[in-house]
């Protein structure tokens, strides 16, 4: 997520600088041709050019919208999960206890079984983060050639490449039981089974009478909105902004700074000798403007795809982390990420 209210011109340029020479190549290339080479019959008249400019602009905007709204509710489900994970945190703490056992469990074991309970939660929460950065077909990380390899730039600049992720990719075990770690790790879908291992853990403490029924089912149900959250947020990571529009919008701007010069040239020659050449920087502002807003959508529509758009999903974690541990009472507790270049991740 970025974080400064602007952002600089070095950023601008990171992002989009690299479409500059040859926008600037082909504006040149039709404004000499025109004015040196007397090829008058390369201009257009200006309202069809007009028409295909509004109608593509309309269509980049639905699309931007789009990636926009999935965002957005990419970021309203992971504060749902804020909320659902302080909520399984104080239940925990309150609901285990000996107010229902015939046998009276000791403070320390309870104690450890609260633990046990809120560090796999903090387990789910960086084994789902793992699972969402998972790139996929349609993610620009795994496009062939130099796509694939400006998305691995960008990576390094702008997202996951900023900060060493050391607690999802090494620290993780400390969060699951040894004995479980192993056997979690190693599903197709971890996330999944470590809230099955909640549902097990409930299931026992119900047998022993450290829960009742009311508390397991309050209990249950806040696993369930767990299984709600993560499936939202594998619907959007799963699914990807329709193609035709998701594709189209790219031709569509090709197809019209194709055209452009050819429209903008007739219209600036119109200023008197050598006018036409003023239609090069005007040509290639307006060229640059579609190709930035195709970007920006572009860029946007996959939230969990490790660039600087994405959800901050690792300072979420780390927010939750923190919560749950103070309230098991510990005081050595990790740092807040922070961010790193404008970048939150």
């Known amino acids: 997520m970025f974080i400064n209210k602007n952002f600089t011109l070095r950023q601008i340029w990171q992002f989009t600088g690299k479409h500059i020479p040859w926008i600037v190549t082909w504006m040149t290339l039709v404004a000499f041709l025109y004015e040196y080479a007397d ?61 229902f056992t015939a046998e009276e469990t000791s403070a320390a074991e309870l104690d450890s079984i609260v633990k046990t309970l809120l560090y796999r939660h903090i387990g789910w929460l960086y084994a789902l983060r793992s699972q969402l950065l998972v790139p996929t077909p349609w993610e620009h990380i795994s496009q062939g050639g130099h796509i694939g390899k400006v998305a691995e730039r960008y990576r390094e600049v702008f997202g996951v490449g900023l900060i060493k992720d050391e607690v999802t990719e090494e620290e993780l075990r400390q969060f699951l039981l040894p004995n479980e770690f192993n056997r979690l790790i190693n599903y197709k879908n971890t996330a999944t089974q470590i809230i099955d291992q909640q549902s097990q853990d409930l299931k026992a403490l119900r047998q022993r009478g450290i829960i009742e029924d009311f508390r397991h089912m309050e209990l249950q149900k806040l696993l369930n909105d767990f299984y709600v959250h993560q ?3 594998e619907r959007i990571k799963k699914f990807p902004l329709p193609r035709q529009y998701a594709n189209m919008s790219f031709i569509f701007v090709g197809i019209f700074i194709f055209l ?59 927010v939750i982390e923190i919560d749950l541990r103070e309230m098991l009472g510990e005081t050595n507790l990790p740092p807040s990420i922070e961010p790193v270049n404008g970048v939150l991740m």
């Open 260 to 318: 452009l010069p050819f429209g903008m040239v007739s219209e600036f020659a119109k200023l008197g000798e050598y006018g036409s050449l003023l239609s090069i920087p005007f040509s290639v502002l307006v060229a640059w403007v579609y190709v930035m807003m195709e970007l920006v959508g572009d860029y946007s529509e996959n939230p969990f795809e490790g660039l600087g758009n994405d959800i901050p999903m690792l300072s979420l974690c780390r």
């Open 39 to 99: 090829l008058k019959w390369l201009s257009l008249p200006w309202l069809p050019l007009s028409v295909i400019g509004t109608a593509v602009a309309f269509y980049v905007g639905f699309k931007n919208n789009s990636a926009y709204d999935r965002m957005w509710e990419a970021r309203k489900i992971w504060g749902a999960i804020i909320n659902s994970s302080r909520a399984w945190g104080a239940t925990v703490k309150s609901f285990v206890s000996n107010q």
């Open 231 to 233: 499936g939202k947020c």
